[in-house]
């Protein structure tokens, strides 16, 4: 069964956050499931396809996250008007820089593009203008940017999710995996279409046409610093010694995934390890004991595993991690901010108090409006009084807000800043807003 897939005039305009009330489910790909391609020959021939077509081009890619230890695109999904959909094989096809050529200065529209453009710019596939429908769902302050629920509630019509934490590193792909793959582009410049009526309508085009631009001119991330430290359960270990047993474990476990290009979890389960440090066993023997490791995979590594134990249990004490992690800011946690710098602390909760209420009457998560580690830099280090609404905004010019932030927030932050000490509050960190499908529909394949 094929359902029809709406043009503007079939639009159901939503309430952001509210819910289609009688949404279609999109069953098929308009033209069907396409072949996909794994050879020169048809990659040329869908470049030109792509190049004869017009307007914006879809971009997705599927990765293997929970599988594999790279973020490398196992299949590359593209749509644009005039051309169908067209699914790359990029094991078979490691450069696409034809359809690069082929698109050229045309927006890309992808959901969460932060995920996908990486693997994407390894194959040579790099936007010059971009359209983020996730982002432009936050803008303008929908509770849910899953790409499944914003089709839904903007479009009128359900995706069928299912497959979206497959391995897709599988070969050859089963065809349900492909029918999911190719729908998630199917509707997406549609989604671009009436988003961008919304964000014109709401006076908040600008706004999101700056993001989009930092989206697509970001350098590559940075790897987190002590990513040892997110191992789940770590907060049952209980000194400094068992920590770098924690790092030992996790750094031995890391260089394996990767030599073997597995996701580390499958190599190790992060219970495992804070298992085996809380246990501290004496010898191999103890440590097959031990529930998790008594399996047979992992009994044939006991060895290795016990290796990385008595490495950290022999490190001097002058080398071992501190027990508080520095923040990733370089500043204290909020929480601890009354006590270091009760002035500070008054600062911050003013500036979040006015972020909040910017954020509130423009519909759109704080987060979004300005990043949160560059206000809690300015409120802890503030320029020297006054300070001016011109020096805040240079300073959050350098911090990397955008323009439309630097309008919205800089002379409120500048009054914060420059009032007089309020007796301090307890600081907590607010968690961010998150949306709960977006791991189930936003397209983190």
């Known amino acids: 069964m094929t359902s029809t897939v709406p043009d503007s005039s079939h639009q159901q305009n939503q309430d952001p956050g509210g819910g289609a009330e009688h949404a ?3 069953l098929e790909p308009s033209e069907g499931i396409p072949p996909v391609i794994v050879d020169e020959a048809s990659l040329h021939a869908a470049a030109a396809r792509l190049a004869a077509g017009n307007g914006p081009v879809a971009f997705d890619a599927e990765r293997a996250s929970g599988y594999r230890y790279s973020q490398r695109a196992y299949l590359v999904q593209i749509r644009r008007r ?6 790359i094989d990029p094991v078979a096809l490691p450069d696409l820089v034809r359809i690069q050529q082929a698109v050229g200065d045309a927006e890309w529209v992808l959901h969460a593009a932060s995920q996908d453009l990486p693997c994407l710019a390894e194959l040579g596939l790099r936007p010059g203008a971009l359209f983020d429908t996730e982002l432009a769902g936050r803008l303008l302050g929908y509770e849910r940017v899953g790409l499944g629920i914003m089709v839904e509630r903007v479009l009128g019509f359900s995706l069928e999710k299912g497959h979206s934490a497959a391995d897709w590193s599988t070969r050859p792909l089963p065809e349900p995996w492909l029918r999911y793959a190719a729908l998630d582009v199917e509707l997406l410049i549609e989604l671009r279409d009436a988003l961008h009526g919304e964000l014109a309508a709401q006076d908040k085009l600008r706004f999101a046409r700056e993001e989009f631009a930092s989206i697509a001119a970001a350098p590559p991330r940075e790897p987190r610093p002590e990513l040892w ?3 789940s359960g770590i907060h049952r270990v209980r000194n400094r010694r068992q920590l770098a047993a924690v790092r030992s474990m996790w750094t031995t476990r890391d260089r394996i995934a990767r030599e073997r290009d597995i996701a580390p979890g499958r190599v190790l389960p992060d219970s495992a390890i804070i298992d085996a440090v809380l246990n501290n066993p004496a010898d191999v023997e103890a440590l097959t004991r031990l529930p998790i490791f008594s399996g047979p995979r992992l009994r044939r590594n006991a060895r290795t595993w016990l290796t990385a134990l008595r490495e950290a249990a022999s490190l001097p004490e002058d080398t071992l991690p501190p027990a508080v992690a520095p ?6 946690p909020p929480n601890r901010w009354a006590d270091r710098d009760p002035v500070a602390a008054a600062r911050l909760v003013r500036v979040r108090a006015q972020l909040g209420a910017i954020a509130a009457e423009r519909s759109m998560p704080v987060e979004n409006l300005l990043e949160p580690a560059l206000a809690r830099r300015l409120a802890w280090s503030p320029p020297a009084a006054p300070a001016s609404v011109e020096i805040v905004a240079e300073l959050l010019r350098k911090g990397g807000a955008r323009p439309w932030q630097v309008e919205l927030t800089a002379s409120p932050i500048a009054s914060c800043l420059s009032a007089p000490p309020a007796p301090p509050e307890r600081l907590d960190e ?8 977006a791991s189930a529909d936003g397209g983190t394949g």
């Open 82 to 87: 005039g051309s169908g959909t067209h699914l």
């Open 327 to 332: 923040g990733g800011d370089g500043l204290p």
């Open 24 to 26: 279609r489910p999109l």
């Open 430 to 437: 607010p968690a961010p807003r998150r949306d709960p499908a």
């Open 229 to 231: 430290r997110r191992t």
